[in-house]
């Protein structure tokens, strides 16, 4: 089955730099990535994602990129703000496949 | 986006006894809704598929008799912790996928605490 890594665990920024956090996926069937957000205590959130027939994508200040002949994919977050702090879990599956399977987390921690 | 409602948001209860929390998706219908367990500071690890009108999958490990699983409508999937123990307390998540576009939608998670 698939299995996800994600590093690092934990990621401490100064406000207005860059982050970026990476995970990679053993299964090459997977074609479907989405990263999601979590505040303490709360749901995970959607942030953005990336299918496999695309090599980047980016919604303002959040990119993915996507390397499907190494099976890495990036999360990249510029300008970096405190309400970014949180933690970011990345995750693969095959598209209509039943399971998502997720990385370990990362811990954002953005310093003013 | 679409909406996941779970409930209750968070139990406390008594070693021995069972509980159920609930999953719905308010506003489309779900023939598969995911359970997942979150221990703090950890990822999400599933603990079973479940699905509209037939038995649940459950990932290895977990117990199914344990861990009952009911998906009696499209929109509704419960989970009962059966004979609770203080090991299983933990975050318990849902969610559910829309259509065929492959996001997941989440409940807002109910925190379990087993004294």
């Known amino acids: 089955g698939e299995n996800v890594e994600q590093h690092p665990s934990t990621l401490s920024v100064q406000e207005g730099d860059s982050a970026v956090i990476k995970c990679t996926y053993s299964d090459s069937a997977s074609n479907y990535f989405p990263w999601y957000k979590q505040e303490l205590g709360k749901r995970p959130q959607l942030i953005i994602d990336i299918r496999s027939n695309v090599g980047e994508k980016k919604d303002q200040r959040i990119a993915v990129t996507l390397n499907k002949t190494a099976k890495h994919f990036s999360l990249h977050i510029t300008e970096t703000q405190p309400e970014d702090s949180a933690v970011y879990f990345c995750?693969?599956?095959?598209?209509?496949?039943?399971?998502?399977?997720f990385g370990q987390g990362t811990r954002l921690t953005i310093n003013p | 986006g679409a909406v996941v409602s779970q409930h209750p948001s968070w139990v406390i209860c008594k070693s021995g006894t069972s509980v159920k929390i609930e999953c719905r998706s308010l506003d489309f219908q779900a023939t598969t809704m995911f359970w997942y367990r979150q221990f703090p500071k950890q990822s999400l690890m599933l603990m079973a598929t479940?699905?509209?009108?037939?038995?649940?999958?459950?990932e290895q490990g977990v117990e199914k008799d344990k861990f009952l699983i009911n998906h009696a409508s499209l929109t509704l999937s419960t989970l009962t912790v059966t004979s609770a123990h203080p090991e299983d307390s933990s975050f318990y998540i849902c969610?559910?996928?829309?259509?065929?576009?492959?996001?997941?939608?989440f409940g807002e998670g109910s925190r379990l605490t087993v004294l």
């Open positions: 969610s559910a996928r829309k259509g065929n576009t492959g996001e997941l939608f």
């Open positions: 995750a693969a599956t095959q598209r209509g496949a039943q399971k998502l399977v």
């Open positions: 479940s699905n509209e009108g037939s038995k649940a999958t459950y």
